[in-house]
């Protein structure tokens, strides 16, 4: 138990304070902590969080033609636009997912690491419905259920199909081999980078007209690091080049449109009263002889000269000259 100090002593101890003889502590200085941030030297969120024009147009390459892609495999009218393309941590990533989810692993050779592509329920739901003669307008429960093996089956075929069109629009950038490894439907067990490792999430909008949804390609930044110059580009070389896959498809359009093609035997002039005239069995003398070479016009614009002839019992031109022009 502590003594307790009488009255004398409380003032003897008083008086030697105030004069000086008996020593206090000194009270510690406080300091108001200071706006200092702590930065993590490993970190890539200031090497990386910058626009990256080439893969904003590599993708809207790609939704134009998985467009095509999905709308000949649905035989529908299928929308696909992009969203958006952002660079995020991992870890915010995989926690904007919802449960389940249709998540499918896949590399792209030569390159390091793993990447993923996922679709939201309703996109799944409604693709199946679809592919198995629905409309698309049926609503599904989604929580509480997983996917069916015949619903895997089938996002598996859509899944190949994007991999297949994604490796073609990337190859401006690099040759790329893409293989499909595994799906999963808890983004908990989709781990292909740590944490606080930063991706480059790009997302479209599927509108399958009754019902739309997103997909998504999640890409790690250190996968794709070794062309990075390339994708900060303002324009990539090979974009100011003739669109290889651009030129066949109009080059196929071209060769299945229908166009008007006329072979002239000749030409003459007549008077209103000569026209009015004619009868059956007159004669319309043409301005060139029957051996004289035939103009040939394509809709209407003058392409090539030939000769006329018989071809298994039809009438015939055979083409001698084409014109320049």
């Known amino acids: 138990m502590s ?11 008083l ?9 206090t502590e000194q009270e510690e200085e406080v300091h108001e902590p200071s706006e200092v941030q702590p930065y993590d030297l490993t970190g ?8 990256m024009p080439i893969v904003e147009t590599t993708a809207e390459k790609f939704a134009r033609r998985f467009r095509i892609t999905m709308s000949s495999l649905l035989r529908r009218a299928v929308n696909i636009s992009t969203l958006s393309v952002d660079m995020v941590k991992y870890v915010d990533f995989i926690k904007a997912i919802s449960v389940p989810a249709s998540l499918h692993i896949f590399q792209m050779k030569p390159l390091s690491g793993s990447s993923l592509i996922g679709f939201e329920p309703q996109v799944v739901f409604a693709l199946v419905d679809i592919i198995f003669g629905g409309s698309g307008r049926t609503k599904f429960k989604v929580e509480g259920r997983d996917f069916t093996t015949i619903e895997n089956n089938i996002i598996k075929r859509v899944v190949s199909s994007a991999l297949s ?31 606080n490792d930063v991706a480059i999430v790009i997302k479209f ?21 070794p062309f990075e110059k390339k994708l900060r580009a303002g324009y990539h070389e090979d974009t100011l080049e003739v669109d290889k896959e651009w030129e066949d498809r109009l080059k196929e359009g071209l060769r299945c449109s229908n166009v008007d093609l006329t072979v002239e035997l000749g030409r003459t002039e007549l ?19 029957c ?35």
């Open 3 to 13: 003594e307790v100090l009488s009255q004398e002593e409380i003032d003897a101890l």
């Open 15 to 23: 008086t030697g304070i105030s004069d000086g003889e008996i020593e």
């Open 44 to 51: 890539q969120d200031r090497v990386v969080y910058e626009k």
């Open 165 to 195: 069109d994604f490796q073609k629009v990337w190859e401006t950038i690099v040759k790329l081999d893409v293989s499909y490894q595994k799906s999963e439907t808890n983004p908990q067990f989709a781990q292909l980078m740590s944490p």
């Open 205 to 225: 909008e599927i509108d399958l007209e009754f019902s739309s949804g997103a997909m998504t390609f999640c890409i790690p930044y250190l996968t794709v690091k």
């Open 271 to 289: 008077s209103g009263k000569e026209i009015v005239s004619l009868k059956k069995g007159d004669v319309v003398i043409l301005d060139q002889y």
């Open 291 to 325: 051996s004289d070479s035939l103009d040939g016009y394509v809709e209407n614009i003058l392409k090539f000269k030939g000769r006329p002839g018989l071809s298994r019992g039809n009438l015939a031109v055979e083409i001698s000259k084409f014109v320049e022009g």
